[in-house]
């Protein structure tokens, strides 16, 4: 304990003590250093050119004594010698009996520039004085025995290299070579960097490589050659980078090598040369990413990175992504058979009950027929909610951009609740200035604001609600305001999110899917516009929907009367559509198959299509790809197709659009929508005549 604490403190003196004659030294070594390089600098600029191969003499052939004036050197001597002084290596040579014979001033600056070292010193004492001044770092051992070990080896024939770390933190090189004389000459390097950046490259945690224009290594860290050669195998000098990819195939490093291994080599060589990165499984189960870098002298330096982690995450989230698409098909498949379900019963039951309540009943049985026929609309009203929001989330919404008139539709989308707003004491004002004729698609603006104004008289309990609507700079602005309680400042962000309702709890006063406002988001973005919300300064809501639109000038007259053919199998549904259809002037024909549509078509070609999509004899799709098909051998103009079917999930209406048709209406059907494509045909045929 004590001598470790005697060999500190003598450390400590000695590293003083060499600052200290550093420190002194620095004025009169920059004062040397100026003359003689100036000097240097004259003679080598006269000389150097045509001395150059005497310089280049082997040392031990021409020995060389210091070059002062009274040495009486030759010229070609001095040239030499001045040249050593340039170098930035300490250089030096040791005569046989192991004593100092000349020296450049870099070597005595390596050695802190004592005085005692100076050209006659001996070599074991010169290592005496840098271990006592504490030049040299013995790395803790005894310093005699430091010393006996560094001059063991300079006695063989051969002298190794060694590594000595200076006081000041550097390593130092030292390179000797044995004269014929028996002395040996010193080269003493700088080479903290580089051991610096070797001792980085070893503690990465990926693989290293660097390999020069010829692709042989000549630079690798434990972690590459582990990974491709083997723990503790050592790499020969001037191995060829394709060479460990051939031993790693031997080994079985690359299982998706296995049987194609030259192929295999050449694309992973391809793709280096073009600096492309290449990511394998090696047989260990793990993954590297080999990137590749290309030097200036046309070497590479190549990092070969451990993505194990990364790619299993990638590979968990590529089974996530499947396992969500097939819950997405599950999904699709199980709305679409709801929808049918639901649909073809709901079709006869809100159908039968519209045309009883236009018959004579008296007032008991209109209030029973009239729930019955709220509740249907109740349940249709979710189910529609679910299927569109479905749809909207698909991206399935379809546009028919038309001509229309903004204020008569505002107007008869008001006048749907006028009579409730006023049962629940409510004012229902609409402020709509005359506006010239809008372009853009009308069924599913008539959408939106049905679900607004919906909300608004649905959630208001005292006061009205208000509607303002304005054309302004080719854009169609109309906003929705009520008195009602507003949507509480937590969920006013996500107000448009699917399933957001603006209560909280199952004792809300309202009942609803939460899917309105969502999907009024999906459908105004859908037609290019925005819809916002912001609080009313007095209490209340409103809504603000802006959408592009443009003028087009009014559609000609019907000059004769709309032809439309039905093809419906279902009796109850034939008559529904029958009632449904009998207020338009319009020439209706029904059948019952498919191959009876089919005869009519050709026979007398209607304006307008209504097709059923599940007939006995033939599938309404494969029906309309055959009609299509005539059109193109004929050179005919497309007909009006739209199909009448209790499958309303968005798979479904792709599909049928696919096989041609134009439109998908919903069972059960209402007046509304048949008159949307009665106005449709109609003006198609004012166009054509």
């Not at 919903?666 to 054509?688: D, F, I, Y």
Request: glycine share 8%; hydrophobic share 40%.
């Amino acid at each position: 304990m004590l001598h470790d604490k005697g060999l500190s403190a003598e450390r400590e003196r000695r590293a003083r003590l060499a600052s200290e004659r550093m420190a002194a030294k620095r004025e009169r070594e920059l004062t040397e250093k100026i003359a003689r390089l100036e000097e240097t600098s004259r003679r080598l600029n006269r000389e150097i050119a045509e001395k150059r191969q005497d310089a280049r003499r082997p040392i031990e052939a021409a020995p060389l004594p210091p070059p002062t004036p009274q040495g009486g050197a030759a010229p070609d001597q001095m040239i030499l010698w001045a040249a050593v002084q340039t170098l930035a290596n300490g250089f030096a040579i040791w005569g046989a009996d192991d004593h100092l014979v000349i020296a450049n001033d870099a070597y005595f600056r390596f050695l802190g520039e004592i005085d005692e070292i100076r050209p006659g010193i001996s070599y074991r004492r010169m290592l005496e004085i840098l271990v006592e001044e504490g030049v040299a770092d013995t790395g803790g051992d005894d310093p005699a025995s430091w010393v006996s070990r560094m001059v063991s080896t300079i006695r063989g024939d051969s002298v190794p290299d060694r590594l000595v770390r200076h006081w000041d933190g550097r390593f130092l090189r030292v390179t000797s070579q044995r004269l014929s004389t028996g002395g040996f000459v010193t080269l003493v390097m700088d080479q903290s960097d580089m051991i610096r950046l070797s001792t980085a490259i070893e503690s990465l945690p990926d693989g290293f490589v660097m390999t020069d224009a010829a692709d042989r290594v000549v630079l690798s860290n434990a972690e590459f050659r582990s990974a491709y050669v083997g723990a503790g195998v050592a790499l020969p000098t001037g191995t060829q980078f394709a060479d460990i990819l051939r031993r790693g195939l031997a080994r079985g490093l690359f299982p998706a090598a296995k049987d194609r291994e030259e192929d295999w080599l050449d694309q992973w060589l391809d793709r280096r040369a073009d600096a492309e990165p290449v990511e394998e499984r090696l047989a260990n189960g793990r993954w590297i990413r080999a990137l590749d870098v290309e030097l200036p002298d046309g070497g590479h330096v190549g990092f070969h990175l451990d993505i194990t982690d990364a790619k299993t995450q990638q590979l968990e989230l590529e089974r996530l992504a499947e396992a969500a698409e097939a819950a997405a098909r599950a999904k699709a498949a199980f709305l679409s058979n709801m929808s049918h379900e639901i649909r073809t019963p709901m079709n006869g039951l809100v159908g039968m009950a519209d045309m009883l309540l236009e018959t004579n009943l008296d007032s008991d049985q209109k209030e029973m027929l009239g729930t019955l026929r709220s509740s249907a609309g109740g349940l249709m009203s979710l189910l529609d909610d679910v299927l569109e929001f479905s749809r909207a989330e698909a991206g399935q919404i379809d546009l028919a951009i038309a001509p229309f008139d903004a204020a008569a539709l505002l107007r008869d989308v008001a006048e749907v609740f006028r009579a409730e707003a006023a049962q629940r004491g409510l004012a229902l004002d609409i402020y709509c200035p005359p506006l010239p004729e809008c372009v853009g698609d009308a069924r599913r603006l008539r959408q939106v604001l049905a679900i607004l104004l919906g909300n608004a008289v649905k959630f208001t309990d005292s006061g009205g609600v208000t509607v303002r609507c304005a054309v302004d700079g080719g854009d169609l602005r109309i906003a929705v305001q009520d008195t009602g309680p507003g949507i509480p400042d937590h969920r006013a962000a996500t107000i448009f999110e699917g399933f957001v309702q603006g209560e909280d709890g199952a004792d809300r006063s309202h009942d609803g899917s939460g899917l309105g406002l969502a999907i009024c988001r999906k459908l105004v973005e859908r037609m290019d516009g925005s819809i916002v919300y912001r609080p009313r300064d007095c209490g209340g809501s409103i809504f603000e929907v802006t959408l592009p639109v443009s003028s087009e000038a009014d559609a000609a007259p019907v000059p004769r009367m709309l032809r439309i053919l039905a093809a419906e199998d279902n009796a109850t549904n034939r008559l529904v559509l029958k009632k449904l259809l009998e207020p338009f002037e319009a020439e209706i024909t029904m059948v019952e198959r498919a191959e009876d549509c089919l005869a009519q078509i050709r026979s007398q070609r209607p304006d307008l299509l209504l097709t059923d999509i599940s007939m006995p004899d033939m599938d309404g799709c494969e029906m309309t790809r055959r009609i299509r098909a005539q059109e193109r051998d004929a050179g005919a103009s497309p007909l009006r197709i739209v199909a009448m079917t209790a499958h309303a999930h968005p798979t479904d209406t792709q599909r049928m659009h696919d096989a041609g048709i134009d439109r998908v209406l919903t069972k059960p059907l209402s007046r509304a929508v048949l008159a949307e494509e009665v106005e449709a045909a109609t003006a198609g045929l004012a166009e054509t005549t």
